[in-house]
């Protein structure tokens, strides 16, 4: 039986983890390999590495380093972040990357879609949406969006409340955002994501903007409205905090993987003991 | 020595490296008088079908790649590699597959219960005694990650059957030739004690 996927994520610049990772006994947390390889001894079932790398001059230490996750770990991984054309996405596949996340170049330019699922098989790639709840007096807004600049706001300005963001009713609408969380562009988030299934994306790395970082739960409507839309594996993203907002995701939505960072980073929870607690719960899971 | 075949298509490193650790010697390559002097040889492959049998072609590299077969050298292909072994593919529009193996490749039909690609970690169903699933336990998880199955026209041929919607080959097996449909060196432990198998075949 497939079973459902626990992914843990980590960010990558210049080349290292940042947004501090805490594992016990490691020397270098900044080390993708080193973390990688904890995560592959407890057995995670992916990684995603997002790089949030500036420079484009920069973007060679990625390659360089999914060469080295690639030669050390025997698991599958995805790698995003700034993947801009189908040069970035050829080379991050032969470096020895499963699949390729895109984003903002995928919203600019949605042939990317089509064209790199053609040539390396919608198997490599995912499309990741971010999505925000848009108030229901309010329809999805033309993206006006200002960069700032800071990376440290990814995914992390405009936020409403999040009582607000919980209260809504039937007329729930996501917009979509891009360049981290930062743009919005007045897309739909469901019809965004049934495009980009047509265009053969072969995933959604779906991550719910208003429940990021809140270590309350993963976005329940969003990530049901997002799963019944398309018929291509969904992975869903942002809330985390406990064993028990897995378990929810996958039994009220049909969600394939759940994705999470600091509970994993932190050692709050291990993969494991999520695992356990899910099959505890009769949901599939590998162990 | 193992020959890695290295067309232009997907991931080198990966299954370079699992050998590796399992105790081969390897060598990448496209020429063929290297095929020819290694005696084992892998395929690998992620991509579109139509690209990979051009790039074969471009490269010469299916003469040699029979060759090796006939010659009665293992031969291991993973995914795309696997599906290159078979007649034809659904996925194809103009080329025909090598056709070591008699048979289709055909795409999973999607619907509300059945996502498609097929992506994430499945058991195996082992069948018969290949000599790559030695100590290898019933209901293994391994990694998929594809779109495509192949359907061998000789059932006798099926190492190892995977579930998803339907029963499919995921381990192929004819006297020294090896299919995977997922990925050995994306399996973790279990992935690389099916390419140590490879690795110690004589």
């Known amino acids: 039986m497939l079973t459902k996927r626990i992914i843990p994520c980590l960010d990558i610049k210049d080349g290292r983890v940042v947004k501090g990772v805490k594992f016990l006994g490691l020397k270098d947390a900044g080390d993708p390999v080193e973390v990688a390889k904890i995560y592959d001894k407890e057995e995670a079932d992916e990684l995603v590495f997002l790089d949030i790398t500036a420079s484009f001059e920069k973007r060679k230490t990625l390659i360089e380093l999914v060469e080295q996750i690639a030669k050390n770990i025997f698991m599958p991984f995805t790698v995003g972040g700034g993947v801009g054309d189908i040069a970035d996405i050829r080379n991050i596949l032969n470096a020895g990357a499963e699949k390729v996340s895109v984003n903002t170049q995928a919203v600019k330019f949605p042939q990317l879609i089509s064209e790199s699922a053609r040539r390396f098989g919608s198997q490599s790639i995912v499309v990741a949406i971010d999505a925000k709840l848009v108030t229901s007096h309010q329809s999805p807004v033309t993206g006006n969006g200002q960069e700032t600049g800071d990376p440290s706001t990814r995914l992390g300005v405009n936020r409403r409340p999040l009582d607000s963001a919980r209260g809504k009713q039937e007329t729930d609408k996501w917009e979509v955002y891009i360049n981290g969380g930062r743009t919005p562009t007045g897309l739909d988030a469901v019809d965004w994501a049934r495009k980009v299934a047509k265009l053969g994306a072969g995933e959604i790395l779906l991550t719910s903007m208003d429940y990021d970082g809140t270590k309350d739960g993963f976005d329940i409507k969003l990530t049901k409205a997002i799963t019944e839309a398309v018929s291509i594996p969904v992975i869903a993203s942002g809330g985390a905090g406990k064993p028990e907002h897995f378990s929810e995701v996958f039994s009220k939505t049909s969600a394939d993987a759940g994705l999470a960072a600091s509970i994993f980073h932190y050692q709050e929870y291990s993969v494991r003991q999520v695992k356990e607690y899910l099959r505890s719960k009769e949901i599939p899971v590998r162990l | ?202």
């Open chain 2, 1 to 202: 020595m193992i020959a890695i075949i290295d067309y232009g298509m997907g991931n080198i490193h990966s299954v370079n490296k699992a050998l590796q650790v399992s105790g081969a010697k390897t060598l990448i390559t496209n020429k063929a008088e290297d095929i020819k002097s290694c005696d084992k040889a892998v395929l690998p492959g992620v991509g579109a079908f139509d690209d990979a049998v051009l790039e074969l072609k471009k490269q010469n590299l299916i003469e040699p790649i029979l060759e090796h077969v006939r010659n009665g050298k293992p031969f291991l292909g993973i995914c795309l590699g696997m599906q290159l072994l078979f007649d034809e593919s659904a996925e194809a529009k103009k080329e025909k597959g090598l056709g070591i193996l008699k048979g289709k490749v055909k795409k999973f039909k999607h619907s509300h219960d059945l996502k498609v690609p097929h992506m994430g970690w499945n058991q195996l169903k082992i069948i018969g005694a290949c000599p790559l699933l030695r100590d290898v336990p019933e209901n293994s998880f391994v990694y998929f990650c594809h779109s495509y199955y192949p359907d061998p026209l000789d059932k006798g041929v099926i190492a190892a059957l995977t579930n998803y919607g339907q029963d499919f080959a995921a381990i192929v097996w004819k006297e020294k030739i090896f299919g995977m449909q997922f990925h050995p060196e994306k399996s973790q432990s279990i992935g690389l004690k099916m390419m140590e198998n490879f690795v110690n075949l004589c």
